[in-house]
């Protein structure tokens, strides 16, 4: 796999260490139901056929954290933006 | 027919250099051969019929093709560490002094005692694993396994260590043609010509594919010539790549190719300072699939005797190679080009004996050509059944077209089933071949973005198709890179034709019929699986290993599919298709790992201290990626521990120093850079005084302890924080995390400055007065100017700025002196030198290891990915005042019960005894059972301090039951002691000393 990098260009997928989902947002701790809302976050996840934002790590390179948007299906990657950019 | 002892070497022609002579060894027997020639047509030219024995039952085989798709002239080359089991005599590129042996029989290859496995065949027909050996259990480890282990099974693996490099590069390019015949050549040429960056790949070591092997005029010249040309032209261009034995075995995501360079293997070994083979990732924005196409054979009775060879392979043998496969052939051909043989013989004095063919009519021109060579013609006929001995071939009885059988005395047979175009890497990526009906074969049924597939391996069998489909691909391609392309004159070539009347099996054989030669799958095996029910292509596969050998069934998987399609009523296409995985033909592992072997699987890291160290005597350990010294041995000490024990009491009573630079260390700056440090750690640190260090402990989000280690507080906006050694990667991408993915608000930065560092701790009750020596005395290292966990900057040994930090991970008066990392030689001999008066010793990772446990400090053992924070006796530091990664998950009941795991110490009741690692705790007088246990010794160490061994353990509801005893039950050493629990501070619990 190739991996286009908004920072260093077009990398080898080898420099890069991979999360996961990218749509998921850390929980609220002070809300009244923490414990559920990060069980969730910290262990649920969705297995989309289809495209999925993901959150990949380019650790042989900028150290930036990338959305990368990859269907799951093809490997063909639509987009990858650097996790700010969101 | 002539050649010094080259009976089988045709008196002229060839691409083979007459002009040298190599010698080579089969079986021990001297032989000889030529450059250009491979193993296979040198075995050709010297006469030998016999390769090797099959897999399963042992039956004498001969080599079948002339190429990579070789089921049966597999022969373990070379001897010593460097034997190489399963290689294809047909790809072996001759060198002077080569040696092979053939493979799967004893005791000699004419001779072979387990080719009675033959007369047993009964019992390995389809499923045999599944049926013969389900009774009884237990006798498979014992009785089946050793013997069928003996007796199947191919080549030996040497059993060294490879004494040959490999190494693993990237090349790039605009356009990458595969395979060099007739179509990648004028693909290259034309894609080259308009500027492309093009790389060029071909298995084979000459340029040409089936231009070398035939007889085709290009432009007035033959094709072998004309290919010489256009590879001069290629090779002139300066965007031109070429690569030969070089395979492209597998197609990746976005336009990535695994291509194998076979570098120094047609040499005895690899040249100085080359690898024997390198891999390469091939990177191309197009990609030109011209790997041509595959000859298919026609299953009958003995297809497998030596003698039997493909069509094309014996045109290769007689065109390219100068080798006569026979000196009176067969040709039993259901399609136009197989009678390219009948020519080609007759140009090269080739007697053919007979020329069958299943067509009821065929043209004139053919029937003139088989009146030409004097052979017998039978059209609308069969061969049915071939006879002969492990030596080769003796006669065939031919089904003629009136049912009659006739037997012709031959001792060579071609043979032609049509071509399979070789689309193997248009489906790696998951495309499912598609069947033409008037090919009578798969083509591709699409390919991979930014892949055209182009000539023979479109279906497009002829060479003028070719030289055209090759041109327009080219320029295509070289467009579609961004480049303007020229049109490239195509070259006039002979006018071909196929008339291909599918044939896949001629039933009514009397004898074995083989479909898989390499994994010995018979007519009747597939017969069976379609009886039995296992109609579907991929039980097929799996009940009779059809196509499931190393050459993936390229010659076979077609043949047994279209048996299966007839057993069972069905068209080919709905029976199944053939798929392909990668490799194309096998990769060796070592070619994968590269240079990354023995001790260079990973980087090795070195301290600054590290040449001093090894001054010293020092034995280094691997800690992470980095050689860190475990102790340092004086003369006359019996032992490690020995030399533990001293550097341990010498630290606790005078003063020690000891490199710590592997430490992780990031540079956190930027006003919110405490909230981001109270955001990772379970403690508070934007509380921090400036000049302060605190200890920390960070979670995972999952509320399991990740790491520990410290943070200093250099200015309010400037913190630096020590990780693990080898969780300082990890911490930093967590970092990196928080900041990036959580909290972007946060105004920081931070950077890894692990190596920009040199850290020494220097330990011990002397620890002030050594380094008062170094230190300018324009700074205060007093305890009251830098007390118990104070951080300065200083100037050492005369004019280098450094930190000094006063932490302590020994328990005694300590500090961390930290300088640029390019002074560390000279500091540590700075060091030595200043406390030399006071006893100074260096110590190694080994007693560091030691005094960490005497106090009681959690490391890596205890921080195991399980232990939470309050399990290792830092709850106390969880703050309550805010939140931390980690915290809400932490509080789930299952983390916080009492009865977990927690950190204790433990003491033998029986001093004497050792204690070890890894033991469990079970209850006294409880059953040494998995359901009594209750924890395990996670760290040990003999305690010079103590005089007898300590340890650390994760105990249930450890911390309450300090005084009670347990066994510490090790099954595995015979260990079965009586231990206490205790404190898991041994040495100065009130941590007086670090305060002095």
Request: aromatic share 8%; hydrophobic share 40%.
């Amino acid at each position: 796999m190739r991996i286009p990098c908004p920072y260093c260009g077009e990398r080898d997928a080898q420099e890069f260490a991979y999360l996961g989902d990218a749509t998921l947002t850390r929980p609220d701790p002070a809300a009244p139901d923490a414990a559920r809302a990060f069980y969730d976050y910290v262990y649920l996840r969705d297995n989309p056929a289809g495209p999925h934002g993901e959150l990949w790590y380019h650790m042989a390179g900028c150290h930036g954290w990338l959305v990368v948007t990859r269907d799951t299906r093809t490997h063909v990657i639509q987009s990858v933006a650097e996790v700010g950019a969101r | 027919m002539t050649g010094r002892g080259q009976p089988g070497r045709l008196a002229s022609g060839g691409l083979v250099d007459r002009s040298q002579t190599l010698g080579f060894r089969f079986d021990g027997n001297a032989m000889t051969g030529h450059p250009g020639d491979t193993l296979a047509s040198a075995l050709i030219a010297n006469g030998v019929v016999l390769a090797g024995r099959s897999f399963k039952y042992h039956r004498p085989r001969g080599i079948l093709t002339a190429g990579s798709e070789e089921p049966n002239a597999l022969v373990e080359l070379r001897t010593g560490p460097r034997r190489e089991p399963n290689t294809k005599a047909t790809t072996i590129e001759l060198f002077d002094g080569l040696e092979a042996r053939s493979q799967n029989r004893w005791p000699s290859l004419g001779f072979d005692v387990m080719s009675v496995a033959s007369l047993l065949s009964p019992v390995f027909a389809a499923g045999f694993y599944y049926k013969t050996f389900m009774w009884p259990a237990g006798f498979w480890e014992r009785v089946y396994e050793p013997l069928i282990r003996r007796a199947a099974g191919l080549g030996r693996a040497s059993g060294q260590p490879d004494p040959d490099s490999y190494e693993t590069a990237f090349a790039f390019c605009d356009v990458l043609v595969i395979g060099a015949g007739p179509t990648g050549l004028m693909a290259a040429l034309t894609a080259a010509r308009a500027g492309a960056r093009v790389i060029l790949c071909d298995e084979d070591f000459v340029f040409g594919g089936r231009l070398l092997a035939e007889q085709f005029t290009l432009d007035g010249i033959s094709g072998a010539d004309w290919a010489v040309s256009i590879t001069a032209e290629l090779a002139q261009n300066p965007g031109v790549t070429l690569m030969r034995r070089t395979t492209v075995f597998g197609a990746y995501d976005h336009g990535a190719f695994g291509a194998l360079e076979r570098v120094g293997d047609h040499l005895p070994v690899p040249a100085p300072h080359t690898p024997r083979q390198r891999l390469w990732r091939i990177v191309a924005k197009r990609t030109i699939l011209a790997a041509g196409a595959i000859e298919r054979h026609i299953v009958f009775g003995g297809n497998d005797r030596p003698g039997i060879m493909m069509a094309s392979a014996v045109r290769a043998c007689i065109n390219r190679f100068a080798a006569a496969p026979a000196r009176r052939l067969g040709v039993f051909a259901n399609n136009d080009d197989g009678w390219k043989t009948v020519a080609d013989c007759l140009r090269a004095g080739i007697a053919v004996e007979a020329v069958v063919d299943p067509r009821p009519v065929i043209s004139e021109t053919l029937r003139t050509l088989a009146a030409q060579a004097g052979a017998r013609l039978f059209t609308g006929a069969t061969v049915l059944d071939a006879f002969g001995t492990a030596n080769g071939l003796q006669a065939v009885d031919i089904r003629t077209s009136s049912a009659r059988i006739e037997t012709v005395s031959v001792d060579g047979l071609a043979l032609s089933g049509g071509w399979n175009p070789s689309i193997a890497l248009t489906c790696h990526l998951g495309g499912r071949p598609v069947w033409r009906d008037d090919l009578a074969a798969f083509v591709a049924g699409g390919t991979p973005a930014g892949m055209a597939i182009a000539g023979a391996a479109t279906g497009a069998f002829d060479l003028r198709s070719c030289l055209a489909d090759g041109a327009r691909s080219g320029a295509e391609a070289a467009e579609a890179a961004g480049f303007t392309a020229r049109a490239v004159e195509t070259p006039t070539a002979t006018e071909e034709t196929l008339g291909l009347m599918p044939l896949w099996s001629v039933p009514g054989a009397r004898t074995k019929a083989f479909v898989d030669f390499q994994n010995d799958v018979t007519v009747k095996d597939i017969e069976i699986a379609e009886r039995e029910g296992f109609r579907s292509v991929e039980h097929l596969k799996r009940y009779t290993t059809l196509g499931m050998a190393t050459d993936q069934g390229k010659t076979a998987n077609l043949n047994g599919l279209a048996i299966m399609a007839a057993l069972t009523g069905r068209a080919i296409p709905e029976t199944g298709t053939t798929t392909f995985r990668p490799p194309y033909t096998p990769v060796a592992i070592g070619a994968f790992a590269g240079h990354h072997r023995g001790k260079q699987f990973r980087p090795t890291r070195l301290t600054p201290s590290h040449d001093w160290a090894a001054e010293q005597g020092a034995p280094f350990v691997e800690t992470g990626q980095w050689l860190r010294a475990q102790w340092f041995p004086k003369p006359g000490e019996a032992d490690w521990l020995a030399s533990v024990n001293r550097e341990v009491r010498a630290v606790r009573s005078a003063v020690g120093v000891c490199d710590v630079s592997t430490l992780g260390k990031i540079d956190i700056q930027g006003v919110d850079a405490g909230a981001l440090l109270d955001r990772v750690y379970i403690n508070s640190f934007s509380t921090l005084p400036v000049g302060k260090v605190r200890y920390g402990a960070m979670l995972r989000e999952d509320g399991i302890v990740m790491d520990d280690g410290t943070a200093a507080r250099l200015a309010d906006d400037h913190y630096v924080m020590s990780t693990t050694t080898v969780n300082a990667a990890k911490v930093m991408q967590h970092l990196e995390f928080c900041h990036q993915v959580l909290w972007p608000e946060l105004d920081v930065q931070m950077v890894s400055v692990t190596e920009q560092w040199a850290q020494f701790s220097v330990a011990g009750p002397r620890a002030r007065d050594t380094l008062r020596k170094l230190i300018d005395p324009a700074t205060d290292i007093s305890d009251a100017a830098l007390p118990y966990m104070g951080v300065t900057g200083i100037v050492a040994c005369g004019g280098i700025s450094g930190r000094l930090f006063r932490i302590s991970f020994s328990g005694e008066l300590a500090y961390e002196l930290a300088v640029p990392a390019r002074y560390g030689d000279g500091v540590i001999r700075a060091l030595v030198a200043a406390g030399a008066e006071y006893g100074i010793v260096p110590y190694g990772t080994e007693a560091l290891g030691v005094m960490r446990i005497e106090k009681g400090h959690p490391a890596g053992n205890e921080i195991n990915g399980t232990a939470t924070a309050s399990d290792l006796g830092l709850g106390r530091l969880m703050s309550r005042k805010k939140d931390f990664i980690g915290r809400i998950m932490a509080e789930r009941p299952g983390l916080t019960d009492p009865g977990r795991p927690g950190l204790a110490g433990f003491m033998p009741v029986d001093q004497a005894v050792r204690l070890r690692a890894g033991a469990h705790f079970i209850g006294l007088g409880a059953p040494a059972a998995a359901r009594n246990d209750e924890g395990y010794m996670t760290s040990v160490a003999f305690s010079p301090s103590l005089g007898h061994w300590i340890g650390l353990g994760l105990i249930r509801n450890g911390p309450a039951r300090h005084g009670q005893r347990v066994r510490a039950y090790d099954p595995v050493r015979g260990g079965d002691i009586e231990v206490e629990i205790c404190s898991p501070v041994f040495v100065d619990p009130e941590g007086a000393r670090l305060r002095v």
